[in-house]
């Protein structure tokens, strides 16, 4: 069978070990050397091109409910964390009858137990899934909804991982809590949700300013929105001004820049790569966003 392997940058470094376990059962493997962020983004261009069998995904799981067009086996890297060490977060939750608990693919198949250890320590778990995950509790950078479905109706919402990736998904005026499973340690993070929050606002009202957008559109098989490019290209020439759309599978800053035209982005893609606004230099807005912005130009008119 020819199969193509893909890994996250992160685990790249095993690459050549499955390589070779896989060639000793007699396959033909190639590694895909592209940069992978997530589940969202398989190497569909690669496998295509080499007309393989399948591809073996590791790191992630399912994203959604993509059909690739080629079979994709998804092989997760699971990290298990010390039940007992939640015994430190209990200090801080000690105000919070009723929580909702979210967590990465690495420990969700762990979620059982970390919801049966804070029931048992006299919490009201309340648990759900997200639109595009596959486990419950499951977070990923674009979609928290594992948490955010219960946010009106718990006290607050647990976080455990590491890293702020992903818990700054969850955009919540709830009391967010992170529990770090490698130092053991909780705190508490919404004053960095509100910084991204007033970042965001302000990247709005930077772009009200601008007259020319180019809007990102991305190839990758979990990003690809055609309809929200055309739709948003649509109403900025409503509104008489240009667009145009920048069509790419990673949308690098230093080369959408090179364009030197532009004086705000409108991504379609990964909706997090908005908070990367430095690195572009210029207002990125996601679909969200621009709705703000539709709006406030529509009312300075009047």
């Known amino acids: 069978m020819k199969i193509l392997l893909q890994f996250p940058d992160g685990l790249k470094q095993k690459a050549m070990e499955y390589a070779k376990k896989y060639e000793k059962e007699g396959h ?23 007309k393989v069998d399948k591809i073996v995904h590791f790191g992630h799981n399912k994203f959604g409910k993509l059909d690739m067009g080629v079979p994709v ?51 009201e778990v309340v648990s759900n899934k997200g639109q595009l995950t596959q486990e419950e509790g499951q977070v990923l950078g674009c979609d928290a909804g594992a948490v955010l479905k219960n946010e009106d109706g718990v006290d607050a919402i647990l976080f455990i991982g590491n890293g702020m990736f992903h818990p700054l998904a969850i955009d919540s005026k709830k009391p ?25 606002k302000g990247t709005i009202v930077k772009a009200l300013n601008c007259t020319k957008f180019g809007i990102l ?8 929105n055609l309809t929200n490019a055309k739709w948003a290209k649509k109403e ?3 509104r008489k001004l240009e667009a145009e ?6 949308l690098e800053p230093l080369n959408v820049n090179n364009f030197m035209v532009f004086d705000c982005y409108i991504n379609t893609a990964c909706p997090r790569m908005s908070d990367d606004v430095e690195e572009y230099g210029k207002p ?9 912005l539709l709006k406030l130009m529509d009312q300075t008119k009047k």
């Not at 919070?96 to 137990?113: D, E």
């Not at 992170?178 to 007033?198: C, H, M, T, V």
Request: charged share 30%.
């Open 236 to 238: 900025m020439e409503k």
């Open 73 to 123: 086996e998804y092989i997760e890297f699971r990290v298990d964390i010390k039940i007992k060490d939640l015994e430190k977060a209990l200090p801080a939750l000690k105000e919070y009858k009723k929580i909702t608990i979210g967590m990465t693919v690495q420990q969700s198949h762990q979620f059982k137990q970390i919801k049966e250890f804070f029931e048992k320590n006299g919490k």
């Open 284 to 292: 990125v807005l996601t679909i969200p966003m621009l709705m703000e």
């Open 28 to 50: 033909e493997i190639y590694l895909s050397a592209s940069s992978c962020y997530g589940a969202c983004d398989i190497a569909i261009d690669e496998a295509r091109a080499l």
């Open 217 to 224: 559109l991305s190839t990758k098989p979990g990003q690809f």
């Open 245 to 250: 759309i920048l069509v790419a599978n990673e």
């Open 176 to 200: 967010i809590f992170i529990f770090n499973p490698l130092s053991s340690s909780i705190k508490q993070i919404n004053s960095e949700i509100e910084i991204l929050r007033k970042k965001r």
